[in-house]
C-alpha cells in the first residue's frame, strides 16, 4: 500500500516536472498597478506547475518554493512618485499627458533594472537558463534584450489597452483612420479632424521613436545585453532584431473593454487574468458595514498610485460634506484618518478592491478609471463613475460612457456638485447597472477563463519554441512595399515612357505627313 502511494507520489511528480519549464517574469516597474498585473502572471504559471524566476520591486506575499524573486525595489529611487499626485494634475493636467516625457522616465527604471546587482549577476550567470521571458511592454523594447541573453522566446505582456505602437511590435500599426493612440480620448467612430489627429499622433510618435527613443535604447541594449551575450560565446543581435522577435503579446484587455479590432495571430487577449478566481473573503467588520446598509454603497477609490490623501484640503472637505448629505454608506479608500466623519462616510486605509466589488449591496464604484479598476468593474457587472486623471484612464472612462455603464466627473476643484449629480443618476436610473451587467456577461461568456488562455500560450510558444508559425509576415515587408510604392513607380515610369514614345511617334508622323504634303506641292 505504502510502495504503491510512493510510486504515484514519483509518477506524479514526474508528470510536474515533465511539464515545468523555466520561466523569467519581468515587471520592473515601481507602481501597483504594474505589479498586480506582474504578480497575476506569476500565480498562473505557478499553478500550472512551472519554476518561475520575478524580477519585481515589491514583495510577493506567501512566495511558494517555485517561486524565486529577483528584489528591483532600488526602482522606486528613481521613480518621481511625489510629483505625479492629485494636486499637481489638477494644477498641471498636461504634464503627465505628454507621452515623451513617460518614455524617458521608463527609459531611465530600465537602466536602473540592468544595472541592479541582482539582475547583473542573473544575466552574468552563464549557467542560467530560461525556456521563455515574459516581459512587461511599456514604451520600452531594451529590456525584452533580456530574452536574448538567455537565446529564448519574448513575450511581451501589456498593461494597457491595445493599440498601434504595441501591434507594430509584432505586425504593422492598426490603421489610424478607426484605431485609436493609448492616450487619446477618441473613440472610433471618427471625424475628419479626429482621424487627422490620430495619424500626426502616429508619424509625430514614430519618428521621435526613430530618432530618439531607439538611439537611446540602442544605447542600453549594447551596454547591458551585448556584453552578456558575448559573455555566453555567441553573436549579439542588433537591437532592432531584438525588438521585432517576440513570439506573442498577452494583452491585459478584451473586447469586454476594447475596441474590437483586427488582430495578429501572435496577440492574445487576456483580460480579466488577474482578477481572483476566488475572491477572497471581506474582513469581519467590513462585512458587518456593507450588509447593515440599508441603502446600498458607495464605494470610492482612486487607485494606489495616486492617493486621495494628496487631494487639496477644500476637494476633500467639500466631498465629504456631500457624501454625508447621500443616504448610501459611503466607503473611501484613503490614506490617512479623518477625524469629521459624516456618519455614512467610513475610511478605509485599505481596500479589499475585489471583494467590495463583488457584493450585491455595492451600487457604484467612484474610480480613477485605471484599467485594472475598469475590468474589475465590467469582471462584477457594477456601475461607474470616472475621475479620470492621466494616461490611458481618460480613454478608459471615454470608453466605459460610451459602453453606456458610466458616466465622467471632471476633476476640479469644485467637482463635488457634478459628483453628487452623477451619483444620483446612476443610483437612481438603472439602465448603468442593466449595462453593467450585460458587459459582465460578454466578459465571462468565453470558450476558457483568461488565466488557463495565458497558460495555455505560454506553453505553446516553449513547446514550439518561440511558435514561429504564429508569426505576422508583415514584419518583413518594407513599408514602400506595404503601400505598393515601387508599383506606383513603375506605373509612373510607364506612363512618362509611353507618353514620351507617344509624343516621338506622333512627331515623327506628323513631320513626314508635312514633308510628304510638301513633295506633293
Ligand atoms: C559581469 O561580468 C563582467 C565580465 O565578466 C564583469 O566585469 C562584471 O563585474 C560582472 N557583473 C556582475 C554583477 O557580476
Ligand atoms: C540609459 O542608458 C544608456 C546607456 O548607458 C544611455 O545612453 C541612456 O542615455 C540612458 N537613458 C536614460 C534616460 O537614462
Ligand atoms: C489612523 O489611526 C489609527 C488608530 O488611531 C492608527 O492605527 C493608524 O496608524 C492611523 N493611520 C494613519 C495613516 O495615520
Ligand atoms: C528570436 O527568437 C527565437 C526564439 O523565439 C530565438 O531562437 C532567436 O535566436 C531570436 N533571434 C534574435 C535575432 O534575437
Not at 486623471?389 to 481618460?394: E, F, G, I, R
Not at 471615454?398 to 467637482?415: E, H, I
Request: with cysteine; glycine share 4%; net charge neutral.
Amino acid at each position: 500500500m505504502e510502495r504503491m502511494q510512493t510510486y504515484w507520489l514519483a509518477l506524479s511528480l514526474l508528470l510536474v516536472c515533465a511539464e515545468a519549464s523555466k520561466i523569467l517574469v519581468v515587471f520592473p516597474l515601481p507602481s501597483r498597478s504594474h505589479g498586480n498585473l506582474g504578480d497575476g502572471i506569476v500565480r498562473h504559471l505557478l499553478n500550472a506547475g512551472h519554476e518561475v524566476t520575478y524580477i519585481t520591486p515589491f514583495v510577493y506575499k506567501n512566495a511558494p518554493p517555485n517561486l524565486r524573486t529577483i528584489d528591483v525595489s532600488s526602482n522606486f529611487d528613481v521613480w518621481p512618485a511625489h510629483l505625479i499626485t492629485i494636486k499637481s494634475i489638477i494644477e498641471d493636467p498636461d504634464a503627465f499627458a505628454n507621452m515623451n516625457m513617460m518614455a524617458f522616465l521608463v527609459t531611465t527604471i530600465m537602466n536602473h533594472t540592468y544595472e541592479n546587482e541582482a539582475v547583473a549577476a542573473l544575466l552574468n550567470d552563464s549557467k542560467e537558463h530560461f525556456d521563455a521571458v515574459i516581459v512587461e511592454w511599456i514604451f520600452n523594447e531594451a529590456i525584452g534584450g533580456i530574452a536574448t541573453i538567455f537565446d529564448c522566446p519574448l513575450i511581451w505582456m501589456s498593461s494597457v489597452e491595445v493599440h498601434w505602437k504595441l501591434l507594430s511590435l509584432i505586425d504593422q500599426p492598426s490603421n489610424p483612420a478607426y484605431s485609436v493612440d493609448m492616450t487619446s480620448s477618441n473613440q472610433p467612430p471618427l471625424s475628419f479632424t479626429e482621424r487627422v489627429s490620430e495619424l500626426w499622433t502616429q508619424i509625430q510618435m514614430s519618428v521621435l521613436s526613430y530618432f530618439i527613443f531607439d538611439k537611446m535604447q540602442d544605447e542600453t541594449y549594447q551596454k547591458y545585453v551585448v556584453p552578456a551575450i558575448t559573455k555566453r560565446g555567441r553573436d549579439a543581435p542588433s537591437f532592432y532584431e531584438m525588438k521585432y522577435n517576440a513570439s506573442l503579446i498577452l494583452a491585459n484587455a478584451y473586447v469586454s473593454t476594447a475596441i474590437p479590432q483586427t488582430m495578429p495571430q501572435s496577440h492574445k487577449y487576456i483580460g480579466g487574468y488577474h482578477v481572483d478566481e476566488v475572491v477572497k473573503p471581506l474582513p469581519e467588520d467590513l462585512k458587518k458595514l456593507i450588509e447593515s446598509s440599508k441603502d446600498g454603497v458607495i464605494y470610492f477609490s482612486m487607485g494606489s498610485n495616486l492617493k486621495s490623501k494628496d487631494l487639496p484640503e477644500e476637494i476633500r472637505v467639500s466631498l465629504l460634506k456631500m457624501f454625508g448629505t447621500l443616504k448610501q454608506t459611503v466607503l473611501w479608500k484613503f490614506e490617512a484618518n479623518m477625524t469629521d466623519l459624516p456618519r455614512n462616510v467610513h475610511i478605509l486605509e485599505w481596500a479589499p478592491q475585489q471583494a467590495i466589488l463583488s457584493h450585491p449591496k455595492l451600487a457604484v464604484f467612484i474610480t480613477h478609471g485605471g484599467l485594472l479598476s475598469t475590468i474589475e468593474s465590467v469582471h462584477f457587472g457594477i456601475p461607474i463613475i470616472g475621475i479620470p486623471v492621466l494616461a490611458d484612464q481618460h480613454m478608459n472612462i471615454k470608453k466605459a460612457v460610451r459602453n453606456g455603464f458610466a458616466l465622467k466627473v471632471d476633476l476640479s476643484y469644485t467637482m463635488a456638485d457634478q459628483l453628487k449629480k452623477a451619483i444620483i443618476e446612476v443610483t437612481s436610473n438603472s439602465k448603468y447597472a442593466q449595462k453593467a451587467k450585460e458587459l459582465s456577461y460578454i466578459h465571462h461568456d468565453r470558450p476558457v477563463k483568461p488565466g488557463v488562455e495565458l497558460v495555455h500560450w505560454v506553453n505553446h510558444v516553449i513547446k514550439t519554441r518561440g511558435a514561429p508559425h504564429l508569426r505576422s509576415p508583415a514584419l518583413h515587408v518594407p513599408f514602400y512595399q506595404k503601400m505598393y510604392l515601387d508599383l506606383a513607380a513603375v506605373l509612373v515610369i510607364l506612363f512618362l515612357a509611353g507618353r514620351l514614345l507617344l509624343k516621338k511617334a506622333y512627331a515623327a508622323v506628323f513631320s513626314k505627313s508635312k514633308a510628304n504634303k510638301k513633295k506633293t506641292h
